[in-house]
């Protein structure tokens, strides 16, 4: 801590990022400040008002690293790129495995327009993203009611269109297209057609309202009746898809609208995109708080992410609180009364509606996991509710490599953190009751050095044996009796007590039974799992062992740096020499 404290006084009073490494030297947390030095200052001179989470960050800290930056707006680009490299365990990461649609005009000689969820930049013109199918599909039905755009894959280059590879299609004798394909179009203006989609494309409609409305005069003051009327149609069309979609005025555009709500652990961001009065794209998302951070920062980090998902470079940014930081050249407005302040209720109440929803769904999941342990806890005639449950198994075959696990369930839900795997150190040969007897005995002779809180069931994998030798490590340890064990048989899916000579049997179609077995087959899992991997790597060790002058220490070191003995294999002799030695590494290679 001393030297920690030393580091601290030499931090820079800039603008930058500073990070947080463990005593594994692994990165646990990236953070960003107007002062680098005042910001990290903090994190060791409060100790009252801190949260946890934090307090357990501090706790971890053995390392500190800086980078300067211009402005706290480099600050928190250079903090997201930090973030997403690294994912370290304390920052919120914004995560999302959707895969938003596209509409894309094609890099061809008669363009095509189509979807996609690919975003191949060499390929075409991209606009998007969409944040729903839907919505994506109706522009498209837009564009092909308004102009004539082909929907074929031929290759419409002029030397196979002089030479009539091509006959015209269904498509062009029922006007949706005009044939390009024979000639019949020329490619200059299937590029203006093209030029008035982009504008469909890009949100700028009233361009496309004006020319349709400009088409229509003159064809009517030429008296082209029916011409007048074709794009009259078109503007029927126009005006129907952009009454549909219209939200305050068609005077707001290229307008971001950011609104955050949040509870003690979530908080909820909507982001909306707005075209001429528009919504063009909309998405809302939930994020966990990972050290109680505050609303302005967790805005912030949003703002940055969901812009640079979106490719957007909008210049105005209505939010309902203040944004730490932006760009210069982008606006922050706050707006508090007019067309503007309606958009910001309704991204907030897009915001309040997921946050509704998530909570609904939380408190659901609470009470029927309470349901199943109030189930459980009948069926088991348990003193208290098995809030707690630790279930043990052992794994190894014909003796070799014995093994076991131990997975550990809260409120009926794995708790993998608490999850433990154990080498077996004082059996030899295959015996499953001194080897429970071990790992039980390991397992809680910590836990009471440690002070720790005991679980309010034991489970073990098994029958009256393995349930005596857990037991036997209890009474060692004088905590026998202070917490219920039973033992699970798999044949009959008998529940043993101790010093009980009949099994207990509980329904089949009983909710405590269906977590029991899943407690179980959860250990069970683990600890094969386990297995395998000691197995893999005791294989790949004598592989190694087998060469002349390489012994055990050597072989785990290798195995250890290079994973594999094909990678060892391949890897250049100067490598492998760092490793095992000149000597040894030419054996290797030879």
């Known amino acids: 801590m001393d030297q920690i404290k030393e580091t601290v006084s030499r931090l820079p009073e ?18 960003k400040a107007k002062s ?14 801190v949260n946890r989470k934090t307090l357990k960050l501090v706790s971890e800290i053995r390392r500190i690293d800086y980078t300067v930056a211009n402005t706290e707006f480099d600050a928190l ?12 365990k304390y920052n919120i990461l914004l995560k999302d495995d959707k895969t938003f649609p596209y509409i894309c005009i094609l890099k061809e000689r008669f363009p095509r327009i189509i979807y996609t969820r690919k975003y191949i930049s060499e390929q075409g013109e991209y606009f998007g993203p969409y944040s729903s199918v839907v919505a994506m599909k109706n522009v498209l039905d837009l564009i092909r009611k308004l102009y ?25 004798h029922i006007g949706n297209c005009k044939g390009p394909c024979e000639g019949q179009q020329s490619e200059q203006l299937y590029h203006d057609e093209i030029d008035q989609a982009r504008n469909i494309l890009k949100g700028n409609l009233s ?3 004006q020319y349709f409305t400009d088409q229509m005069k003159r064809a009517a003051a030429n008296m082209e009746f029916e011409r007048a009327q ?33 509870i003690e652990a979530y908080a909820y961001v909507n982001y909306m995109q707005i075209k001429e009065g528009s919504i063009v794209f909309s998405k809302t998302i939930e994020l966990k708080k990972k050290l109680d951070e505050p609303d302005d920062e967790l805005l912030s980090i949003a703002a ?3 812009r640079e998902q979106t490719r957007s470079s909008n210049q105005t940014i209505l939010s309902n609180i203040p944004i730490i930081v932006l760009e210069e050249s982008v606006e922050n407005v706050i707006p508090k009364i007019g067309d503007k302040k309606k958009l910001i209720a309704l991204s907030l109440k897009n915001a309040l509606e997921l946050k509704k929803e998530r909570e609904i769904l939380r408190e659901g999941k609470k009470s029927k996991q309470k349901e199943v342990l109030i189930t459980l806890q009948n069926d088991m005639k348990l003193p208290a509710l098995p809030t707690v449950i630790e279930c043990f198994d052992n794994s190894n075959i014909q003796g070799t490599i014995p093994v076991a696990s131990m997975v550990r369930f809260v409120e009926a839900k794995p708790d993998k953190k608490g999850y433990r795997h154990f080498n077996i150190k004082t059996v030899e040969g295959p015996n499953d009751f001194a080897s429970m007897k071990e790992i039980v005995g390991r397992r809680y002779k910590r836990i009471l050095e440690e002070g720790e809180k005991l679980p309010d069931l034991i489970l073990v994998d098994g029958g009256k044996g393995q349930l005596s030798s857990a037991c036997e490590a209890l009474k060692e340890l004088g905590i026998y009796g202070q917490v219920p064990i039973a033992g699970i048989a798999k044949k009959l899916e008998e529940i043993y007590y101790p010093e009980d000579p009949l099994p207990l049997h509980i329904s089949k179609k009983s909710q405590g039974l269906l977590l029991l077995q899943y407690i179980r087959d959860e250990a069970h899992r683990f600890a094969i799992t386990f297995h395998r991997q000691k197995r893999s790597k005791k294989q790949l060790t004598s592989e190694l062992e087998g060469l002349e002058g390489i012994g055990k220490k050597t072989a785990e070191k290798l195995l250890l740096h290079f994973k594999s003995v094909k990678k060892i294999k391949e890897a250049p002799i100067e490598e492998i020499a760092k490793i095992a030695g000149q000597k040894k590494a030419e054996m290797i290679k030879g």
């Open 14 to 31: 800039s603008p930058g990022v500073y990070r947080f490494y463990n005593t594994e030297d692994e990165l646990i947390y990236v953070g």
């Open 36 to 49: 680098i030095k005042k910001r990290v200052s903090s994190y060791f001179s409060k100790s009252t008002g």
């Open 77 to 88: 680009l250079l903090e997201n790129n930090f973030i997403k490299q690294n994912q370290p």
């Open 148 to 172: 004539t755009i082909r929907t074929c894959s031929l290759l419409l280059s002029e030397q196979n269109v002089e030479q009539k590879k091509f006959k015209v299609c269904l498509e062009y």
């Open 207 to 209: 361009i496309v309202y």
């Open 230 to 262: 074709f794009f009259k149609e078109k503007l029927d069309t126009l005006e129907r898809f952009q009454i549909k979609s219209l939200v305050v005025n068609r005077d707001l555009t290229d307008i971001d609208v950011f609104t955050i709500t949040s």
């Open 304 to 306: 940055v992410e969901l």
